[in-house]
C-alpha cells in the first residue's frame, strides 16, 4: 500500500515537471487532423486500391513487388518527399498446391491452409492415422512408442493469441521429436466457420522436418471425438509447399521534413507484406494505409512539424521481419536520431490508444511455460515516468474520438528492431473484437474494414506523430 | 385505444374460460420432463453419431438413406412402438465439381457453392463479364440491353433471410429472362467468414434455365466495388451439377401409443436431410434428435400421454417437401386425427418458445412486393382465442428454462402440408442469433450446437408435446 502511495506522487511530481502542458499547445492541430481524418476519403481509396486491384502479397510474390511499387508511387502523389524504396532480401516460401482428405467415417475433402515455412509431402501425401491432442504436456506424456508414425492433431482450445499461437510455430517440431510423420494445428482463433488460418511455423534445430498445416476448429475437434468414441481417423496430407532462394523486396518509406530538426525522426507505418490469402485488409493493409494517410493529412493540412515525420511500409513482416531489421540496418549509427516508433499492425476495428513497448510489457508477452516461439529479443528500455506522462498529455487530444488510452506493452514486429536500440515504440490498440477471426484467412477482405473505425486509426496516428514530431523535447529527454 | 382494450378484455375473458387451469395439472409432469431434459446425454450422443459417422444427407444420397435406416434402429432401442418407414419419392439433384475463378484484375478461384437444383454449364465453363445489382428492381430497370450475354452477380444486403432468399430462389429465372447466361447469388447470411451459403432454387416455366450459384458476400461486394471502379470483372462459372431420376426414400416414425384415444396424434419432429455440406447439425440434425429425446424422456419417466405422441424424421425438406407432402398423403383421412404438430426447425441455440401457425403469420412471412419463392401455401386457419390461451397456459411450464413465449405465425415447412388441412401447427423457437451464420454451409458442424440449449430444446418439445397429447380437450376444441 505504502509503495503504490510512493509511486503515485513520484509520478504526479514527474508529471508536473514536465511542463508546459502540452494539451492546451496542440489542441488546435488536433483539432484540424482529427476533423481531416474523420472525412477522409484517399485513404480507404488507396486500400481498396491494394485489396481489390494488387491483393494478397506474401514476401516473394509478384504482387508484392506490385504493391511496393505502387505505394511508393501513392506517398508521391500525396507530396511526400525522399520517397525511397529500400532494398532487402525476403524469404521465399510458395505453397503449392495442398489437400487434406479424410478416409471416413465420412470420407471427404477438408480445408486447410499449409503454414509458411512448412515442408512439402512426398509426391502422393502422407497417409497415417491421426493421434489428437490438446497439449504439448499430453503429447510428451504420450511419448515416442504412441506418437512415432502418426499425424499429430494439436486440438488445443484457443486461450488467446499470444497464448495459443505456439502450437502453430512449434507444433511440428514438438511433433516430429517423438517420430511423428506430419502435424495439424487447429486454427488460433476463438470465432469459426469453417475457417482455416495459415501463419508462420519454425523448425527447430537438429529435429526432423515434418510438413505442418493448419485445420479448421470444426475439424480439430471433430478428430478429437471420433478419437475418443475410439473411430480410428485416417487422413492423406498433401503439400507442395517449398522454400525457395530470397527474393528482392523493400521498405517503402516518404517524408515530410522537419522544419527544426530534419535529422530527428518519428517514423510510423505497418508491414506491406501479408499471407497469400484474402486480401491482407486488416493485416495489415488497414495500417499501411492508415499511416499514410496521416502523414498526408499533415501535408495536406500544411502542418510541418520541428521533426521528420517518416512513413514506412516495412516488407515481410509475416514470415521473417527482414523488413524491421533492414530498416534498422540501413539505419545505422542514425537510429539515435529516432524520436520515436509507432505501428499500427493489430487490424483497423475502433481505436482506444496506443501501447507502449517496455521490458515489462515484454515479459508480459510471454506465458509462462511456454514454448519460444520466435528467436529471443532483446529487452526494450523503459520510458521514464515523465515519459510516459507526457504520452498521457498528448492521447488526452484523442479524447474526441475515445481513442486516449495509453497503456504498458506494445510495439509492433517490425518497430522492434530498432526499440531494442532504444527507440521509444508504440502500437496503435484497437477494440480487438474480431481481429482473430479474420486474421491470416480467406477472410481477411476489403469489407472487413469499418470506414469509421479505420479513419479514427488515422486521426489517432496523426495526431500522437504529429505531436511526437513537433513537441520542444525528445520523449527520452524527459526524466 | 379502445379497440386495444376491447381485445384484451376479450383475450382475458376466453382465457378465464378455459378452466380447469392447465399449470398446476402438469406442474409434475412438466418439472420430471424438464429435469431428466436438462440431464439427458442420449440425445448429444445420437446428434454427434449422425453428425461424426454418417455426415451431411442430401435427397438421394448413400448417406441419407444410412442416416434413415439408423434413425429407425435408434427409435427402436430407445422404446418407440410402431417404428416405421413411410416411402416416398425425393427430387435426386447432384452437385458434381464445381469452380468460379476470376480473370483479374487479381486472378484467382473464388468459394462458392451451386445451387440445389441448378443445371450444369458446359464442360468448358462459361466466362463472360458479371453484371452487379443489388436488387430485382435494379436488374430490371437496366434491360435487356445491358443484360444479355452476361453474368448477373446479385449483391443485395441482407435484411433478414425471409426477405432475403428470394434472390436464391428465383435470381437465375429473373436473370434468364433478360438474357444473362449464368447468375451467382450472395449468400443469404448476415455475418461471414467468405463463407458460401447454398439452397434450393427454382426455375420458372417458359424462361431458359442458366446455372446458378452461391458465392460469398465478400465476393459479391468486391466485384460490385470493382464495377463501380469503372474495372472490367469477368469470371468461369463451371458446374457439374444434373437432376438424376427421383430417388426412393421415407420418413422415419415411432410412437408412443395413447393410453386412452390412441388414434389422436400428437407429431413432433424436424427433417433428417440436409443440404451436402457441412454435417446438418442445427439444419436439422439438431430438430429431429431432440424431438426423438423429447419422446424418449417420456417412455422413460413412464409418461404415457392420453394420446399417441409420434415423432417423426421427414426426408426431403430441402429441396421439395416431399417427405412432407408424402406424410399428409400416407396419413390421407387420418388427419382429422392429428390434434397438433410440432416442429423444431430452426436450430438448437436457446429455446423461448412457439410460434403458432396462423394466417396472420402467412401473410407477414411474404414480404411486400417479393418475388414468389415457393409454391404457394393454402392458408392456415387461425386457432381460437381459448385455444391461443391454452398454449400460454401450457407455455407457463416452460418457465424454468425461460421458454414460454407464444407468439403467432410459426410451423414448419414438413407440417405446413398438414396444417393446410386444419391440423394446428407449432414451432419451436430459438434466439436464433447464429443461425443464419450456419445455415447450409460447411459450417453447420456439431461443434455449434450447445448442449445446454440442445437440452433445453429437448426440454421445451417435451412439455409441449406431452400435454398437448394428454390435456382432456383438443386445441382446436377450445372455442
Chains 1, 2 share one sequence.
Not at 63 to 78: F, P, Q, V
Not at 87 to 101: D, Q
Request: include cysteine.
Amino acid at each position: 500500500m505504502f509503495r503504490s502511495v510512493t509511486l503515485l506522487c513520484v509520478s504526479a511530481a514527474l508529471a508536473c515537471a514536465a511542463e508546459p502542458q502540452i494539451s492546451p499547445a496542440y489542441q488546435d492541430a488536433a483539432r484540424r487532423l482529427i476533423e481531416a481524418a474523420l472525412k477522409d476519403e484517399a485513404g480507404m481509396a488507396r486500400l481498396q486500391y491494394l485489396c481489390d486491384q494488387i491483393g494478397n502479397r506474401l514476401s516473394g510474390s509478384a504482387s508484392l513487388d506490385k504493391a511496393i511499387k505502387w505505394s511508393a508511387e501513392e506517398m508521391k502523389k500525396a507530396g511526400l518527399q525522399n520517397v525511397q524504396l529500400l532494398p532487402v532480401k525476403v524469404p521465399h516460401w510458395v505453397r503449392g498446391a495442398e489437400s487434406l482428405a479424410i478416409a471416413g467415417p465420412v470420407s471427404r475433402s477438408l480445408p486447410m491452409l499449409g503454414l509458411g515455412g512448412s515442408i512439402a509431402t512426398p509426391p502422393n501425401g502422407i497417409t497415417a492415422e491421426v493421434l489428437v491432442v490438446t497439449s504439448f504436456e499430453e503429447l510428451a506424456a504420450l511419448g515416442a512408442d504412441k506418437v512415432r508414425g502418426k499425424i499429430v492433431v494439436y486440438n488445443q482450445p484457443f486461450q488467446g493469441y499470444g497464448e495459443t499461437v505456439r502450437y502453430r510455430s512449434s507444433g511440428a517440431s514438438q511433433a516430429a521429436r517423438l517420430g511423428a510423420v506430419a502435424a495439424l494445428v487447429r486454427s488460433i482463433t476463438g470465432r469459426t466457420l469453417r475457417t482455416p488460418h495459415t501463419g508462420a511455423m519454425r523448425y527447430e534445430e537438429n529435429v526432423p522436418k515434418i510438413p505442418v498445416a493448419a485445420i479448421t476448429p470444426e475439424d480439430a475437434q471433430m478428430m478429437a471425438r471420433l478419437s475418443r468414441a475410439g473411430v480410428p481417423v485416417k487422413v492423406t496430407l498433401k503439400m507442395e509447399a517449398r522454400t525457395e532462394a530470397p527474393a528482392d523486396s523493400a521498405n517503402v518509406i516518404g517524408e515530410i521534413p522537419g522544419r527544426e530538426k530534419p535529422e530527428e525522426v518519428v517514423v510510423l507505418g505497418g508491414h506491406i507484406d501479408s499471407w497469400d490469402v484474402g486480401q491482407g485488409a486488416q493485416d495489415d493493409g488497414s495500417g499501411v494505409m492508415a499511416a499514410l494517410a496521416a502523414v498526408a493529412l499533415m501535408k495536406e493540412l500544411n502542418l510541418q512539424p520541428r521533426r521528420t515525420v517518416r512513413v514506412a511500409f516495412w516488407t515481410n513482416e509475416e514470415n521473417g521481419t527482414a523488413g524491421g531489421n533492414g530498416y534498422r540496418d540501413w539505419l545505422g549509427d542514425k537510429v539515435k536520431n529516432h524520436v520515436a516508433a509507432i505501428e499500427m499492425d493489430g487490424g483497423a476495428e475502433k481505436p482506444v490508444g496506443f501501447g507502449v513497448g517496455s521490458s515489462a510489457g515484454r515479459r508480459r508477452a510471454v506465458a509462462p511455460g511456454a514454448a519460444p516461439t520466435t528467436p529471443a529479443r532483446p529487452p526494450v528500455k523503459d520510458l521514464s515516468a515523465a515519459a510516459m506522462a507526457r504520452l498521457g498529455e498528448i492521447a488526452k487530444l484523442l479524447a474526441p474520438i475515445d481513442a486516449g488510452k495509453i497503456s504498458l506493452g506494445g510495439g509492433g514486429a517490425d518497430i522492434a528492431p530498432i526499440m531494442a536500440l532504444g527507440v521509444p515504440g508504440l502500437g496503435l490498440q484497437t477494440t480487438s473484437e474480431h481481429y482473430n477471426d479474420w486474421h491470416h484467412t480467406e477472410a481477411d477482405t476489403f469489407d472487413k474494414v469499418n470506414p469509421e473505425h479505420f479513419r479514427q486509426n488515422v486521426a489517432a496516428l496523426a495526431v500522437m506523430a504529429y505531436v511526437l514530431a513537433d513537441m520542444p523535447e525528445r520523449l527520452t529527454d524527459l526524466q
